[in-house]
């Protein structure tokens, strides 16, 4: 009798539907129907055409089985590409590898499996991850189209796996070594095209032009430049590598009777790749309000694909006004700054949010974050009144929505500040279950159960907030790094402080953090010049003040690492 499992070498395809929680929680039916015509359109016939057999759908994603590498890439590039034509909202994510398979009734087992699956969760949305032997199986202009994205550890899988990605500069979810962007995604945004005809309807694209850049300007992590003129006359995306841009946006104008209409793409020059076309019709008659639309689509649209993700998406539907949310975009851009004076802006662009907009929640939850920001690092005269005016605000948005889930990440975020760790994970966790996209959901996670002592949990939080986030903002990546130093992962520790400190030199408890991971890679030298540096800046910064600010001072290791500060030369 043979008892020997029945393997053979497959080529496997993971698939994943980008927000699928998000578009199921906006309208059920709609977004099924969605899936199923995207399914019926392109997926399942793509797959067809290429050999792939189809194992089982898990609601929002695939695993597809093919006889060939070439067959499974050949497949995940046509589904892709024809996904970022028709600009719709069902976006994938590819996981491709090559391995051995177990049959077991209608179900396949194996490493290979599992390793597809684990690159799908690190592929970029719209975009392809494959394992190195996928990689040299391909042809030398199909392999081409793939970038080194490194060796990466993958969840569950015992050795480091060879990575490449596509489309080119797509970023992955942070692997194990302290990586972080370091500056905001450069766009071009070309002047609209005219296409009326009419001298006197000139006036539609320039006024496009001037409510778009003004709507974007309140991106901080957008830097528009300007492309020269004959930009549109060559190809898009090599001008816009010439000039450093990240970006193309371009769109026309053109009017017939009462009517308008306008069309806006949206090209990733690395990838030279169109990402996102629209077509909008309206009425000359309200041309203001059909601009706005217009404007606000493409913001959010951006504010997805290069800051928040797709939590954006919700914020700009509870705005519910076009000056709501750019006054929303204000507030999160000063924010992010996180200086005293800049959360005191922040607060003003929130309140004029609500002024606009008085059930915006999202807003609501935004002011409140800044009283708890005052709270926590004593801008206030009385802590305790400030947390107070935080929770009646939270009570304010949970009043309008019930399962608000950035006012569940901000409720776990308060009670953390209060010390009451427990529940504030609960909060937190509770937010990641009601909105997966949500990366303040993921970072609050991360936060608490760092405070709680799960540090391998944080680091695995941390990255899905950072992952979930295109421009992730520092605290995200402060959260990692307090991980790394609970694991005494000294080296990835010191790696991220540094990419921390690049961004944000006066950030005096990161430049802490580094000392504390050079005395654990037994560097004191160039710890006591990373101290020097912290006296020089705050000469009355000291172990205990560092421990101080710390939302876990009585954390059982954090005695061993405040030695450490001390032995380095700060003072006790």
Same mark, same amino acid.
């Given at each position: 009798?043979?008892?020997?499992?029945?393997?053979?070498?497959?080529?496997?395809?993971?698939?994943?539907?980008?927000?699928?929680?998000? &578009?199921?929680?906006?309208?059920?039916?709609?977004?099924?129907?969605?899936?199923?015509?995207?399914?019926?359109?392109?997926?399942?016939?793509?797959?067809?055409?290429?050999?792939?057999?189809?194992?089982?759908?898990?609601?929002?994603?695939?695993?597809?089985?093919?006889?060939?590498?070439?067959?499974? @890439?050949?497949?995940?590039?046509?589904?892709?590409?024809?996904?970022?034509?028709?600009?719709?909202?069902?976006?994938?994510?590819?996981?491709?590898?090559?391995?051995?398979?177990?049959?077991?009734?209608?179900?396949?087992?194996?490493?290979?499996?599992?390793?597809?699956?684990?690159?799908?969760?690190?592929?970029?949305?719209?975009?392809?991850?494959?394992?190195?032997?996928?990689?040299?199986?391909?042809?030398?202009?199909?392999?081409?189209?793939?970038?080194?994205?490194?060796?990466?550890?993958?969840?569950?899988?015992?050795?480091?796996?060879?990575?490449? *990605?596509?489309?080119?500069?797509?970023? &992955?979810?942070?692997?194990?070594?302290?990586?972080?962007?370091?500056?905001?995604?450069?766009?071009?945004?070309?002047?609209?095209?005219?296409?009326?005809?009419?001298?006197?309807?000139?006036?539609?694209?320039?006024?496009?032009?001037?409510?778009?850049?003004?709507?974007?300007?309140?991106?901080?992590?957008?830097?528009?430049?300007?492309?020269?003129?004959?930009?549109?006359?060559?190809?898009?995306?090599?001008?816009?590598?010439?000039?450093?841009?990240?970006?193309?946006?371009?769109?026309?104008?053109?009017?017939?009777?009462?009517? @308008?209409?306008?069309?806006?793409?949206?090209?990733?020059?690395?990838?030279?790749?169109?990402?996102?076309?629209?077509?909008?019709?309206?009425?000359?008659?309200?041309?203001?309000?059909?601009?706005?639309?217009?404007?606000?689509?493409?913001?959010?649209?951006?504010?997805?694909?290069?800051?928040?993700?797709? /939590?954006?998406? @919700?914020?700009?539907?509870?705005?519910?006004?076009?000056?709501?949310?750019? $006054?929303?975009?204000?507030?999160?851009?000063?924010?992010?700054?996180? #200086?005293?004076?800049?959360?005191?802006?922040?607060?003003?662009?929130?309140?004029?949010?609500?002024?606009?907009?008085?059930? !915006?929640?999202?807003?609501?939850?935004?002011?409140?974050?800044? $009283?708890?920001?005052?709270?926590?690092?004593?801008? *206030?005269?009385?802590?305790?009144?400030?947390?107070?005016?935080?929770?009646?605000?939270?009570?304010?948005? !949970?009043?309008?929505?019930?399962?608000?889930?950035?006012?569940?990440?901000?409720?776990?975020?308060?009670?953390?500040?209060?010390?009451?760790?427990?529940?504030?994970?609960?909060?937190?966790?509770?937010?990641?279950?009601?909105?997966?996209?949500?990366?303040?959901?993921?970072?609050?996670?991360?936060?608490?159960?760092?405070?709680?002592?799960?540090?391998?949990?944080?680091? $695995?939080?941390?990255?899905?907030?950072?992952?979930?986030?295109?421009?992730?903002?520092?605290?995200?990546?402060?959260?990692?790094?307090?991980?790394?130093?609970?694991?005494?992962?000294?080296? /990835?520790?010191?790696?991220?402080?540094?990419?921390?400190?690049? #961004?944000?030199?006066?950030?005096?408890?990161?430049?802490?953090?580094?000392?504390?991971?050079?005395?654990?890679?037994?560097?004191?030298?160039?710890?006591?010049?990373?101290?020097?540096?912290?006296? #020089?800046?705050?000469?009355?910064?000291?172990?205990?003040?560092?421990?101080? &600010?710390?939302?876990?001072?009585?954390?059982?290791?954090?005695?061993?690492?405040?030695?450490?500060?001390?032995?380095?030369?700060?003072?006790?």
């Amino acid at each position: 009798m043979n008892d020997r499992p029945n393997l053979r070498l497959s080529a496997f395809l993971a698939a994943d539907i980008a927000g699928y929680s998000l &578009l199921m929680g906006e309208n059920a039916s709609a977004a099924l129907s969605l899936v199923q015509q995207h399914r019926a359109e392109v997926f399942d016939p793509e797959v067809a055409r290429h050999g792939g057999r189809i194992v089982k759908l898990m609601g929002d994603g695939a695993l597809v089985e093919f006889r060939s590498v070439v067959d499974a @890439v050949g497949a995940a590039l046509a589904i892709q590409r024809r996904m970022a034509e028709t600009g719709g909202p069902i976006r994938l994510r590819f996981g491709i590898n090559l391995g051995d398979v177990i049959d077991e009734g209608n179900d396949i087992y194996g490493d290979g499996v599992n390793i597809a699956a684990r690159l799908e969760a690190i592929a970029p949305v719209g975009g392809i991850c494959v394992s190195a032997p996928v990689r040299e199986c391909l042809t030398q202009d199909v392999a081409a189209e793939f970038a080194d994205a490194g060796s990466h550890r993958l969840k569950n899988i015992a050795r480091a796996v060879g990575v490449y *990605s596509w489309p080119t500069g797509a970023a &992955l979810s942070p692997g194990d070594e302290g990586e972080l962007p370091q500056r905001a995604a450069i766009v071009a945004a070309l002047p609209f095209d005219d296409l009326t005809g009419d001298p006197a309807l000139k006036y539609l694209a320039a006024g496009f032009d001037e409510d778009l850049l003004a709507m974007l300007s309140s991106l901080d992590e957008v830097r528009l430049v300007t492309a020269p003129p004959a930009a549109r006359d060559g190809a898009l995306a090599q001008v816009g590598r010439r000039i450093g841009a990240d970006w193309i946006l371009r769109g026309s104008v053109r009017a017939a009777g009462n009517r @308008v209409r306008t069309g806006v793409q949206l090209i990733e020059c690395a990838a030279d790749r169109m990402v996102w076309a629209r077509r909008f019709d309206g009425d000359l008659a309200d041309l203001f309000a059909f601009q706005d639309t217009v404007v606000e689509e493409i913001a959010s649209t951006l504010q997805v694909t290069v800051a928040d993700g797709e /939590q954006a998406l @919700v914020w700009r539907a509870e705005a519910g006004s076009p000056r709501a949310y750019r $006054h929303f975009l204000s507030a999160r851009a000063s924010y992010k700054e996180y #200086r005293r004076s800049a959360i005191r802006r922040a607060r003003e662009f929130y309140q004029q949010a609500i002024d606009v907009s008085p059930r !915006f929640a999202a807003a609501i939850v935004g002011l409140a974050r800044t $009283h708890i920001e005052d709270a926590t690092w004593g801008w *206030s005269e009385d802590k305790a009144a400030s947390c107070e005016k935080a929770r009646k605000l939270l009570e304010g948005a !949970f009043a309008i929505e019930p399962d608000h889930a950035l006012a569940c990440a901000e409720m776990a975020h308060l009670l953390m500040v209060q010390k009451e760790f427990d529940a504030g994970l609960d909060w937190a966790l509770r937010a990641t279950r009601l909105a997966p996209t949500l990366g303040d959901a993921y970072h609050a996670s991360a936060a608490l159960l760092n405070c709680v002592g799960r540090f391998e949990d944080a680091l $695995h939080y941390s990255r899905e907030a950072i992952r979930r986030t295109p421009a992730a903002p520092n605290f995200y990546f402060v959260a990692m790094n307090d991980a790394y130093v609970g694991l005494g992962r000294w080296r /990835q520790s010191a790696t991220l402080a540094r990419n921390i400190l690049a #961004r944000r030199s006066d950030w005096l408890t990161s430049r802490a953090t580094l000392v504390i991971a050079l005395m654990g890679l037994d560097q004191p030298r160039d710890a006591a010049r990373e101290v020097d540096e912290i006296r #020089r800046r705050s000469p009355q910064f000291s172990a205990a003040e560092w421990r101080r &600010l710390l939302f876990f001072p009585d954390r059982e290791d954090i005695p061993a690492l405040e030695r450490k500060l001390i032995e380095a030369g700060l003072p006790a």
